[in-house]
């Protein structure tokens, strides 16, 4: 039988910080954490060394040759949600699109390139790696390149829809600096906004209908300016 809790369906655009705080929240609600990147490791058939980065020219060059990796990810992303007993943490670019299930809270996190550079500068900081000089031109063109494929596959506007997104949170305030230091002290900052919207979501359906169930937050928060809830 399917779980009363909703799933969370992440998406964003890349370095937009995902990955980290759908892991994040999936600790703290005690929910199950599905990834698609992974998941896409093994259907390229490489490893974490050979594409250690989302935003790797070389990862697109593979998609952009073979379309099919992507639909085969998704389905199998899709059937796991559906499947899954279990409260479900999803970090997968485009499941709150293909995701049939209304009930399921779909959040955007909205970041500027230029904080999202920084968040890929620090990725290679915490991996003792060189920040190559071109990466804002990589993740650049990783925008052009999700745009494009997810509207050639589907049809789909890639972005922030309001009419799509429940929630569409701005963290791009948080890391103000490309330092190990800065980034852990802004997602320090915004992890806690981020379950707060989640829950304040999860009040407002309980409200609306009683058999709406989320998990309970361990504490309050106030939520910041920086946020923006669509949920309507």
């Known amino acids: 039988m399917r779980q009363s809790q909703p799933a969370i369906l992440i998406s964003g655009l890349t370095a937009a910080g995902k990955t980290t705080h759908a892991r994040l929240l999936a600790a703290h609600l005690g929910c199950e954490y599905l990834g698609a990147s992974q998941l896409r490791r093994v259907l390229l058939r490489t490893s974490s060394e050979d594409f250690g980065y989302e935003w790797d020219?070389?990862?697109?060059?593979?998609r952009r040759d073979s379309p099919v990796y992507d639909r085969v990810l998704d389905e199998i992303i899709s059937r796991q949600v559906r499947a899954s007993d279990?409260?479900?943490?999803?970090?997968?670019?485009?499941?709150?699109?293909?995701?049939?299930?209304?009930?399921?809270?779909?959040?955007?996190?909205?970041?500027?390139?230029?904080?999202?550079?920084?968040?890929a500068?620090?990725?290679?900081?915490?991996?003792?790696a060189a920040v190559p000089l071109d990466v804002e031109s990589q993740i650049a063109a990783k925008d052009d390149f999700s745009h494009s494929m997810f509207a050639r596959l589907y049809g789909i506007d890639f972005g922030p829809d309001p009419e799509i997104f429940d929630l569409i949170v701005d963290?791009?305030?948080?890391?103000?600096?490309?330092?190990?230091?800065?980034?852990?002290?802004?997602?320090?900052?915004?992890?806690?906004?981020?379950?707060?919207?989640?829950?304040?979501?999860?009040i407002r359906r309980r409200t609306t209908s009683p058999i709406a169930s989320c998990a309970q937050r361990k504490q309050e928060l106030p939520i910041s300016a920086g946020m923006t809830d669509h949920s309507g």
């Open 57 to 62: 020219p070389a990862i697109d060059l593979r």
């Open 86 to 119: 279990r409260p479900l943490i999803v970090d997968a670019w485009l499941q709150p699109w293909l995701c049939a299930d209304d009930s399921a809270i779909r959040v955007w996190i909205e970041s500027s390139l230029e904080a999202r550079v920084r968040k």
């Open 171 to 202: 963290n791009s305030q948080y890391i103000a600096h490309p330092t190990v230091e800065a980034s852990d002290f802004g997602i320090a900052q915004f992890e806690p906004l981020l379950e707060q919207a989640i829950e304040e979501e999860c």
């Open 121 to 128: 500068a620090v990725t290679f900081l915490r991996n003792d």
